[in-house]
């Protein structure tokens, strides 16, 4: 079946603009993250989605950074005012749902890169 | 100290040879683990995951995993070209998250035909 989706597969833009990244998780699945993954940085977890519970923001790294899922599916990460160090490759992720063995299968990724 | 740790390498192995790649955590009560694969350029892809200490074989691949030393590691055995990829360690736990995968940075793997 389809896995996880993403688009743009990589976004320019200036510094000081929005952009939004967009997540279609694997059908069926019920818990979606978001990960972002920097030069030397590693991968780092920003946020996550179970149901219709309340979000797990505590990766945020700024309240610049926000994110919705609409429907229990399609997600969407929005990184208001960008800075040069929002540069990354903005990774999500789906599982059936979320729970300490499940798991996570990414999808190709958003290279976001910030002028 | 960080949370989950690996040698970032490069590790270079010859092609049909063993290349065996360890991570360490520092969280005692971590509970799952997992091993991704990730190709330059490409999202990761998922290897391995183990709960239980001891081993666990899949095909070439075989994951070990001992809680009292708070280590896990990943052997590849008759390694091939299309191994050489960066092999990322990630770990869930009540400390860390029982959702969220915390990873270590990676480690690069060449294998030399």
């Known amino acids: 079946g389809a896995g996880v989706s993403q688009s743009p597969s990589n976004k320019v833009t200036e510094k000081g603009k929005d952009v939004e990244l967009r997540c279609d998780p694997i059908s069926g699945h019920t818990a979606l993250y978001w990960y972002r993954q920097s030069l030397g940085q590693g991968l780092e977890f920003l946020i996550y989605?179970?149901?219709?519970?309340?979000?797990?923001k505590s990766g945020l790294p700024s309240d610049r950074f926000s994110a919705e899922r609409t429907g229990g599916s399609v997600s969407t990460l929005t990184i208001q005012r960008t800075q040069q160090e929002d540069s990354a490759v903005y990774l999500c992720a789906s599982s059936l749902v979320a729970g300490v063995a499940d798991t996570q299968y990414f999808g190709p990724g958003t290279r976001l890169t910030v002028l | 100290q960080k949370e989950v740790e690996q040698n970032s390498g490069p590790l270079s192995v010859p092609e049909g040879a063993i290349a065996s790649l360890n991570c360490t955590y520092s969280?005692?009560?971590?509970?799952?683990f997992f091993w991704y694969r990730q190709y330059s350029g490409k999202s990761p892809e998922l290897i391995m995951s183990i709960y239980s200490n001891g081993d666990k074989e899949d095909g070439r691949f075989t994951a070990q995993l001992n809680k009292a030393s708070q280590y896990v590691s990943l052997l590849i055995r008759d390694s091939q070209p299309s191994d050489s990829a960066t092999y990322l360690c990630a770990v869930k736990g009540p400390s860390l998250g029982n959702e969220k995968l915390t990873f270590g940075t990676g480690t690069r793997l060449t294998i030399i035909p």
């Open positions: 989605f179970q149901g219709n519970s309340a979000p797990d």
């Open positions: 969280d005692r009560v971590s509970q799952s």
